[in-house]
């Protein structure tokens, strides 16, 4: 793949290569690190884009399909401009992200998939300019918020959801005219629409009583228990109107990425998963299936007129003595048998030698032990 392609890849919706006007499947959140962006544009990149822009040729110039090279250009001067005029105040008065209002190099997670976002849609308004710019930095300072709203919108059309959430006459007549009701009925239609998950829950529970404490003044009624009753009852309204529900609410939550949360038994305090047999039973099957093992290589040994002594000597040795001890890390230090100091005392003594050959070649021999 080329620089241009690649930087297509990622800058823009519209103009990358083979691209349409939006995703055709739901992202992957965190998935834009720092090697998926774009290279950085040459000098020269940048001043014919200015160039362009000043003669009103941005749209003529995609025509022409030089969108990976105007997308790279592009992206080197507004990227920073997004993140001044739009990203770090999103950051801080809309998420309290106050570390993530730092710099770029500083969010991750859907706020860097967010913020990139924005930047597409910015490049996307930029390249679609027919008139003359003059001041490309105060032309992109002045319309970024504008065509980051216009970007939201369409991506999330894209997902089927509402671009921009109304009340209807009749979901008001449903929720019997309930202001409280009405707002929550909005906030679910905008959050269909958006990728985001809420972890555990389907909805933002939390933060919905925290909104509906501060409507209804109800401080000791506004719990997520109760924001779930009522968010049950405004789908129900939904549901009136199946195919209108279909579309709008049930198909743009099929987008959502689903949260993948930690196996059970991974944190300090989480009970240990069930363990079906005992460390005794491990210790036998792994004992048993080494066993196996070395009644085949002393076999072969024998067969190729081996040393019998040396035989067994070498492979009892490579089988139970010089493991790399992983079948142990489960076992705290200094608990259960010490096995191989066992048996290295037993091939170390001549005595005991000589009975452990004896008994080991008769089993594979096949002949009976005394």
Request: proline share 7%.
């Amino acid at each position: 793949m080329s620089s241009a392609e690649e930087t297509a890849t990622v800058s823009g919706n519209r103009y990358r290569l083979g691209g349409g006007a939006g995703p055709a499947a739901p992202r992957i959140p965190n998935q834009r690190q720092t090697l998926m962006r774009p290279l950085p544009a040459v000098a020269d990149d940048i001043s014919w884009l200015r160039g362009l822009a000043k003669r009103g040729e941005l749209s003529s110039a995609i025509a022409a399909g030089l969108g990976p090279r105007l997308c790279r250009a592009a992206f080197a001067v507004s990227h920073q401009i997004v993140f001044d005029v739009v990203t770090r105040r999103l950051e801080l008065s809309m998420r309290g992200h106050s570390w993530c209002a730092r710099g770029i190099q500083f969010m991750d997670g859907q706020c860097l998939d967010g913020y990139y976002d924005d930047v597409e849609s910015v490049i996307d308004y930029l390249l679609a300019a027919k008139k003359p710019i003059d001041d490309l930095e105060a032309w992109l300072a002045h319309w970024a918020p504008n065509a980051t709203v216009d970007g939201h919108r369409r991506r999330r059309g894209a997902r089927g959801a509402l671009q921009r959430p109304r009340m209807t006459r009749g979901l008001a007549t449903d929720l019997g005219g309930d202001p409280w009701l009405g707002e929550l009925a909005l906030k679910i239609l905008e959050w269909v629409g958006v990728p985001a998950g809420a972890g555990a829950s389907l909805w933002p529970l939390d933060r919905w009583a925290q909104m509906r404490a501060e409507r209804t003044r109800d401080v000791p009624g506004s719990t997520p228990a109760q924001v779930a009753i009522e968010v049950d009852q405004v789908l129900a309204a939904m549901r009136h109107r199946p195919r209108w529900y279909q579309d709008y609410v049930e198909r743009p939550l099929g987008f959502k990425v689903a949260q993948v949360g930690p196996p059970p038994g991974d944190e300090i305090t989480d009970p240990r998963p069930l363990v079906m047999v005992g460390p005794e039973e491990i210790v036998d099957a792994r004992l048993s299936g080494l066993a196996g093992i070395a009644v085949v290589a002393i076999r072969d040994g024998i067969e190729h007129h081996r040393d019998p002594t040396e035989t067994v000597v070498e492979v009892l040795t490579q089988l139970f003595l010089a493991g790399p001890g992983s079948d142990e890390l489960d076992r705290a230090p200094a608990t259960g048998a010490d096995n191989h100091h066992h048996m290295s005392a037993l091939l170390a003594d001549p005595v005991a030698l000589g009975g452990i050959v004896d008994r080991v070649l008769r089993v594979v021999r096949d002949e009976p032990l005394r």
